[in-house]
């Protein structure tokens, strides 16, 4: 009740998310440690005030001793905290990364830090199947829409490693209020269209989170949601930096609004 109390109690001043990080951390001592860790790379805690990740990672459900796939990790924001946390609970963390599986394995190699970290090609399958208890998805599916099957591919995949009523978990840049342009291609995503292609390939919408919203982003910027921070696109590929560029425009904005779901497996 106290944490139901607290989250709706400021969402007029905008704290929603912050009260809802220092909740669940307090709830998750060992998350709050891995977060707060020196494993984590300086530029990925200075994306904490955006990406929320004890209160993300709450909603999503994570949970000690869990099997989670996270898809392209990237630059590793989610892989910090994921990768120790399992560790520490005796789980499990599989990276499907999309290109040099082996160098991702190399990079998070250290099992004292890392634990047993497995790293496997996005376009195989992710683990055995009906084994996984979470996927994580973070800002990956626009990316999927370009290509006729990606995401359909993607997804009958995430499907299949996943144990029965087991989490998708979904964060992805978000056109609404506006409608979503060509195929998302500046990046942001309708939520009805999201959560209707997810559904179709056979998940349930569990619930939905304003976490990760960011109401000053207008969705109206010369290069997409990569205008934004960390990207900060400032020119079109071989073309000067316009004179009137202003960077700090961008990043008073902060990053992109985001929708966060979770889904679950039927």
């Not at 599986?101 to 047993?116: H, I, M, Q, T, V």
Request: net charge neutral.
């Amino acid at each position: 009740m106290l944490r139901r109390q607290l989250l709706c109690a400021v969402p007029a001043l905008g704290f929603t998310a912050f009260v809802g990080t220092a909740i669940a951390a307090a709830e998750d001592p060992v998350l709050a440690r891995v977060i707060a860790g020196s494993q984590r790379t300086p530029k990925n805690v200075a994306r904490d005030p955006w990406r929320h990740p004890a209160a993300t990672l709450s909603f999503w459900g994570l949970r000690p001793g869990m099997t989670v796939i996270e898809i392209e990790p990237a630059g590793g924001y989610w892989t910090e905290i994921l990768a120790p946390y399992l560790r520490q609970t005796n789980g499990r963390y599989i990276g499907a990364v999309g290109r040099d599986p082996a160098a991702f394995a190399a990079k998070y190699s250290d099992r004292e830090l890392w634990g047993d970290v497995t790293a496997v090609a996005f376009e195989g399958p992710l683990a055995a199947p009906g084994s996984a208890d979470m996927v994580i998805t973070a800002r990956n599916i626009h990316d999927w829409m370009w290509t006729p099957g990606q995401l359909d591919g993607a997804l009958a995949s995430f499907r299949q490693a996943l144990k029965p009523g087991a989490i998708l978990a979904v964060e992805e840049h978000r056109a609404d209020p506006r409608p979503m342009n060509d195929e998302a291609h500046d990046g942001y995503v309708s939520t009805a269209w999201l959560v209707d292609a997810v559904g179709k390939a056979g998940f349930r919408l569990d619930g939905r989170s304003e976490i990760n919203a960011n109401p000053k982003d207008d969705k109206n910027h010369p290069f997409g949601v990569w205008t934004l921070p960390p990207t900060l696109r400032s020119h079109a590929k071989d073309q000067p930096v316009p004179a009137d560029y202003d960077a700090a425009k961008y990043t008073a904005i902060g990053e992109s609004d985001r929708m966060t779901l979770r889904f679950r497996k039927v």
